[in-house]
């Protein structure tokens, strides 16, 4: 006998009519021929499935995970249509903010793009566009990122949402620190912690990122000693309950700090903490960024076969991933490695491998380091008009980046390589050059974590 439902009743209390979500878990169920126990397992009870499935219930991230696993079907599937109701949007930002904790920033990504492109509450809509921010400066984005978070911000600064608005200055901060515009990062870190205060936000992770991107503008500029005590106040300010991806872009803060000091037994042991945790976290990249770190104070120290060790490391995970932007770098590191070591032909190789690998890049930076370890090997080969070409086109680009202790590091191995063919003057102008450089306010070669991004 067919029951006729009662007008205005809603249709989610009608069995035979489950919302979306309800109706996907259903048909996959049936299709796979299993039984509301056998899903449910011991995870939850037989009848809160049945409830889910008729919309009366919605799942936990958690919950839904386990369905999924159990169901033999990605996640992504039962949130096709996030529109559908405003608990399935929730879920699909949760499963986003997830997926960028676990290093997936492709599928964050695509599934707050999917949300977006849909007409959803202002409130959600400013969060996700906050997540899909995160997600593009992840695949290193940047200038992407920037537009959806000064749209972002203009909704929350007229809704008033004092906790979002921090963090929303804080990532628009790091966009601006990632573009190399140190000045405008300061600006936005400066208006997150402001706001922070006068509104009396009480979220003490939210104040130790910001306050550890604060410290890593001293890094960048020269200043180890305030950018130590930066990193120490960012931990005192959670030190119980900081995330661990944030703690690692600290630690690594904190090893660049006393690299720069001088300090490299601390140094070393603050970059082998962070990274440990993010190879826990199986964040690639900047697990690759901290082997090219490790790697530099390494050499500096003559300890060459351990620094190769972690630049094979690097570049072979990262190109299991696709980067073109660190691997550049590590390539380079093994090329001066071999060098350090005696293996000229070897070096050669590799930085003919690093030029090649940089012409693809777009970070600049990956094109000074490689020229600058290609007028070395190209002089320890004899070929004295290609290392000057090499040192040249290093210093050419590195004009063009705000980066003083760069300039200062590329013209004193010129300067190196020119004394040692007995061009004295030319030697004693360079030398000249790299003094002035280093003494110059600017910031420093190797790149600080985004703490999280």
């Given amino acids: 006998m067919l029951t006729k439902r009662r007008p205005g009743r809603p249709i989610a209390d009608d069995p035979g009519a489950p919302n979306p979500l309800g109706r996907r878990i259903r048909q996959a169920r049936q299709e796979l021929g299993l039984s509301l126990a056998a899903v449910a397992g011991s995870d939850f009870s037989r009848a809160f499935l049945n409830q889910i499935e008729l919309g009366r219930a919605q799942p936990s991230t958690q919950n839904l995970r386990i369905i999924a696993r159990r169901l033999q079907r990605p996640i992504d599937y039962f949130l096709e249509e996030p529109g559908d109701s405003a608990a399935a949007l929730e879920l699909a930002l949760a499963e986003a903010e997830m997926s960028l904790l676990h290093g997936e920033g492709a599928r964050a990504e695509s599934l707050v793009a999917r949300m977006l492109a849909r007409t959803i509450p202002i409130e959600l809509r400013t969060r996700a566009q906050l997540t899909l921010a995160v997600a593009l400066m992840k695949q290193g984005r940047p200038q992407e990122a920037k537009p959806v978070l000064e749209e972002a911000i203009v909704a929350a600064e007229r809704l008033k949402w004092h906790q979002l608005l921090v963090e929303l200055y804080d990532r628009l901060g790091s966009v601006y620190y990632f573009l190399r515009r140190p000045h405008a990062a300061g600006q936005w870190f400066d208006r997150a912690l402001e706001r922070y205060e006068s509104a009396s936000v009480a979220d003490p992770v939210l104040k130790a990122r910001v306050l550890g991107h604060r410290a890593n503008l001293h890094y960048v500029a020269g200043q180890p000693i305030e950018a130590i005590a930066a990193y120490e106040s960012a931990i005192a300010a959670a030190a119980q309950v900081l995330d661990m991806p944030a703690l690692a872009g600290i630690y690594e803060g904190l090893a660049l700090s006393f690299q720069q000091t001088g300090q490299y037994a601390r140094a070393l042991s603050y970059a082998q903490k962070g990274l440990r945790i993010f190879e826990t976290l199986r964040d690639v990249r900047m697990a690759g960024q901290l082997r090219l770190n490790m790697g530099d104070m390494l050499l500096q120290q003559g300890r060459v076969s351990e620094a190769e060790r972690l630049f094979s490391d690097g570049a072979e995970h990262l190109q299991r991933i696709g980067d073109r932007e660190l691997v550049p770098h590590l390539v380079a590191g093994m090329a001066e490695s071999a060098l350090e070591a005696g293996l000229v032909e070897r070096a050669s190789e590799l930085i003919e491998e690093a030029i090649d690998l940089s012409s693809r890049s777009s970070d600049p930076l990956a094109t000074v380091a490689v020229h600058r370890v290609g ?21 050419e680009v590195a004009l063009t980046i705000d980066n003083p202790d760069l300039r200062a590091r590329v013209t004193y191995d010129f300067a190196r390589v020119l004394e040692a063919e007995g061009d004295s003057a030319q030697a004693a102008l360079r030398f000249r050059q790299a003094y002035e450089a280093g003494r110059a306010d600017g910031g420093r070669a190797g790149a600080v974590s985004e703490l999280d991004a």
């Fill in 375 to 395: 007028g070395r090997v190209a002089h320890a080969g004899g070929r004295r008009e290609s290392a000057h070409r090499h040192f040249e086109r290093a210093l």
